[in-house]
């Protein structure tokens, strides 16, 4: 069974800095492009950056180049979100997701809070 | 960036109707368009990629359609379980973008 796992969601003041964790188990996840999705309270998604199975390309949304770092380890089957300089705007449940493109599965979510 | 534009926004049924929900791209996407369907507090489900094909264990009464700028869901005939959000969303060019959703509430 496909299992995907956020954690390190919680609140953080304007500014401020979080790493998201995600952890993947009943698939080959190095054979398996992976994405983060957001979804703001009450709003629809928005792709937030996906990355290649050796983690050679990697693509983010406008609004959060240069601040988010998508990365991963394959060894330890885990899935990484870097976020600094967050903003109120990047308030969201954060999904993990299995696909570069179109996404066959989906975690949980854990919410981010970006508030003073 | 690809706009996809859903509609309507609500669409209230009852069940054992059949439901037409719409998405339309503000540029052409070809096939490489995807549905998905999510219920109150939780995460979303592939129903159907490339347009046309159903994901794994998804109801045959769930078919996609559509090529080019316009797409097309439609669900043969409501069971009580299908009354959620449903969202588009195109890999055609990054940013892969989603609709703005449609809720298909019970009348």
């Known amino acids: 069974e496909v299992q995907l796992e956020e954690s390190g969601g919680g609140l953080v003041q304007p500014g401020g800095s979080l790493r998201l964790s995600c952890a993947a188990s009943?698939?080959?996840?190095?054979?398996?492009?992976m994405s983060w999705v957001r979804q703001a309270p009450g709003k629809g998604l928005e792709w937030v950056a996906n990355?290649?199975?050796?983690?050679?390309?990697?693509y983010y949304v406008d609004s959060v180049k240069g601040r988010f770092t998508i990365s991963r380890d394959n060894a330890k089957n885990s899935l990484f979100l870097q976020m600094n300089s967050l903003r109120a705007e990047d308030t969201a449940v954060y999904y993990c997701?299995?696909?570069?493109?179109?996404?066959?599965?989906w975690g949980l979510g854990t919410l981010v809070t970006v508030s003073s | 960036e690809i706009v996809l534009t859903q509609s309507p926004a609500t669409l209230p049924l009852s069940p054992g109707e059949g439901a037409t929900l719409s998405c339309r791209a503000s540029?052409?996407?070809?096939?490489?368009l995807a549905w998905y369907q999510q219920k109150p507090g939780q995460a979303p489900r592939l129903l159907i990629y490339?347009?046309?094909n159903r994901a794994t264990g998804i109801p045959a009464r769930f078919s996609g359609s559509g090529s080019g700028t316009d797409f097309t869901l439609t669900i043969s005939s409501l069971e009580p379980e299908d009354f959620a959000v449903y969202y588009c969303?195109?890999?055609?060019?990054?940013?892969?973008?989603f609709g703005q959703g449609t809720r298909l509430e019970i009348k």
């Open positions: 009943g698939f080959t996840f190095s054979s398996n492009w």
């Open positions: 969303q195109q890999r055609s060019t990054w940013p892969f973008t």
């Open positions: 990355i290649k199975q050796d983690g050679s390309d990697k």
């Open positions: 490339d347009a046309s």
């Open positions: 997701a299995r696909g570069g493109g179109t996404i066959s599965y």
């Open positions: 540029q052409s996407v070809s096939s490489s």
